[in-house]
Nanobody, 115 residues
Framework: QVQVVESGGGTVQAGGSLRLSCVAS????????MGWYRQAPGKQRELVAD???????NYEDSVKDRFTISRDNSRNTVYLQMIGLKPEDTTVYYC?????????WGQGTQVTVSS
């Protein structure tokens, strides 16, 4: 069983920065793709950014100039560096880890951007 734990959320003013972290642990096999998703009230969960095991990253268009996703050397942690935060970025951010036969979700971390 893989455990996925996010951290780093908080409250910042518009234009501020946050770095989210996600640790995936407990699996017998290596983690493949990892990604960050967000879900606003009344909307379905959507991809923010994801990254392959080899380090190839993709971004949702509205964040690609402001957010950077990365993985550490052990491939068990993924980060989302967020700069130039906007009020519309406010929501819960979820980490996803693909372990091959199953995808695991974290509990989410709240990001709030005030104007």
């Amino acid at each position: 069983q893989v455990q996925v734990v996010e951290s780093g959320g908080g409250t910042v003013q518009a234009g501020g920065s946050l770095r989210l972290s996600c640790v995936a642990s407990g699996g017998l096999f290596g983690i493949n793709d990892m990604g960050w998703y967000r879900q606003a009230p009344g909307k379905q969960r959507e991809l923010v950014a994801d990254i392959t095991r080899g380090g190839s990253a993709n971004y949702e268009d509205s964040v690609k100039d402001r957010f950077t996703i990365s993985r550490d050397n052990s491939r068990n942690t993924v980060y989302l560096q967020m700069i130039g935060l906007k009020p519309e970025d406010t929501t819960v951010y979820y980490c996803n880890a693909d372990a091959g036969l199953r995808r695991y979700w974290g509990q989410g971390t709240q990001v709030t951007v005030s104007s």
